[in-house]
């Protein structure tokens, strides 16, 4: 754990949809550099190769086994998450993945004891509770802004992803779903602001047995549907605060897409944090109103951390960005300690997401046996002047 690398040199396996924005984000983060790609199709990662200037392509047993790699940037399909961060980590490199971290505990409990064992630090996205909406809301309530939290509310009703993603699949096949696919972005903010969750409950419903593919080359194409679409949740953090979370693939339009959390003081409202792009879920408003005023109050988000050492930056690129977290794994490696966006994280949020999808089928709350530390928020920017001075809260 102690090889110093900077920067971390990545092999990215899985080179499809989300790729992109990796590809086009890590090259302005000085701390990374992707030196060879691949996936299961050497066209399509080829094509991402030339277009982002990505120097080889490679199968993804010849990238587990490059030398030259540091680190396997892990972002293929759900199912596929946990065989190729084993495989990364039995070679002797850091993995970072995309989320839901697991399709199964065991395999992320595997994950875990393997990292440990091999000195390697394991990452997994979500990493959008980096963004500045969400450090203003942890400051907000750190600096007791709404006093002590009580209850936490998150609504993320959408019409699932079949009208924008041309291989929609593996979102309606095991692994995938909308508490897996929407729920990391919301209860890894949630853990962040809150701390870790103690028990779950859950209902669900499956509204269509199949959907059809309304985009693309496969566009007509039916596909069958083996998750539930419909999930309603609740939960109750260690800390006694409490809370509930919708996500659904079945909702055509809906004007709650908002998180919020209450204290004994006031409330903060996080509206429309939609995954969507990912921007929204980054950025945007953070309103909060207190006992004191009688109506919202905007807060604007603080600035880039000071820490993040950006090169080439020529594309507007802000921080509130995927890949942050992989970004902040090689500060992690070099400074050898855990990265925020943590394998611990990913496993508890899919522990918690895996008690909300076995509630309904035992009828009884679950227990979460699993726990990791809240992240530590980033540092606020002292340089650019530009970070809020939220001790003028109201
Ligand atoms: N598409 C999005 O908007 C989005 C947003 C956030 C997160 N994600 C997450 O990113 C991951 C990938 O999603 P996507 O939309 O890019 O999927 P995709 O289907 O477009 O691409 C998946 C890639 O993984 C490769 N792959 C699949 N199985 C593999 C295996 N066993 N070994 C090596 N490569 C394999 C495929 O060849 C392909 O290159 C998923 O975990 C998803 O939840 C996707």
Request: aromatic content about 6%; glycine content about 10%.
């Amino acid at each position: 754990m102690t090889d110093a690398i900077h920067p971390l040199r990545i092999g990215l396996i899985g080179t499809g949809r989300i790729s992109d924005v990796y590809l086009e984000n890590c090259a302005a983060f000085s701390g990374l550099d992707i030196v060879v790609c691949g996936s299961l199709n050497p066209d399509e990662s080829r094509a991402k190769a030339d277009r982002y200037g990505v120097p080889r392509v490679a199968s993804p047993q010849a990238i587990i086994d490059d030398p030259d790699v540091d680190a396997i940037l892990n972002l293929t399909i759900p199912a596929a998450h946990a065989s190729v961060s084993i495989a990364a980590l039995e070679a002797e490199k850091h993995v970072y993945s995309e989320k839901p971290f697991v399709t199964d505990l065991d395999e992320g409990r595997n994950i875990l004891a393997l990292a440990r064992q091999q000195g390697r630090l394991v990452g997994n996205a979500p990493d959008t509770f980096f963004g500045g909406r969400w450090q203003t809301v942890r400051k907000l309530i750190d600096q007791n802004a709404i006093g002590a939290p009580t209850g936490v509310a998150a609504f993320v009703p959408t019409h699932g992803v079949e009208r924008h993603h041309p291989n929609p699949d593996f979102y309606y096949a095991k692994g995938g779903g909308p508490l897996l696919d929407l729920g990391p972005y919301y209860l890894a903010a949630m853990v962040f602001c809150l701390g870790p969750v103690a028990r779950v409950a859950g209902m669900s419903r499956r509204t269509f047995s199949e959907r059809m593919i309304e985009n693309g080359p496969r566009n007509g194409e039916m596909m069958p549907v083996e998750v539930d679409t419909h999930c309603v949740s609740l939960l109750e953090f260690e800390s006694g605060v409490v809370g509930q979370m919708l996500v659904s693939f079945d909702v055509w339009e809906s004007e709650t897409p908002r998180l919020e959390i209450y204290g004994t003081d006031g409330t903060i409202c996080i509206p429309d944090p939609d995954p969507g792009d990912g921007a929204n879920v980054f950025q945007g408003d953070v309103w909060v109103r207190t006992r004191t005023t009688s109506r919202w109050t905007m807060r604007p988000r603080p600035d880039a951390p000071a820490e993040w050492d950006v090169a080439n930056n020529t594309h507007g690129l802000n921080f509130d960005a995927r890949g942050i977290g992989l970004a902040e794994l090689a500060k992690a490696v070099a400074e050898a300690r855990e990265p925020r966006a943590s394998g611990a994280l990913g496993l508890h949020l899919c522990e918690v997401m895996q008690g909300m999808l076995d509630s309904p089928v035992s009828g009884r709350f679950i227990d979460i046996e699993s726990r990791c530390e809240r992240p530590a928020p980033l540092r606020e920017s002292t340089e650019t002047g530009l970070h809020v001075n939220l001790s003028a809260l109201p």
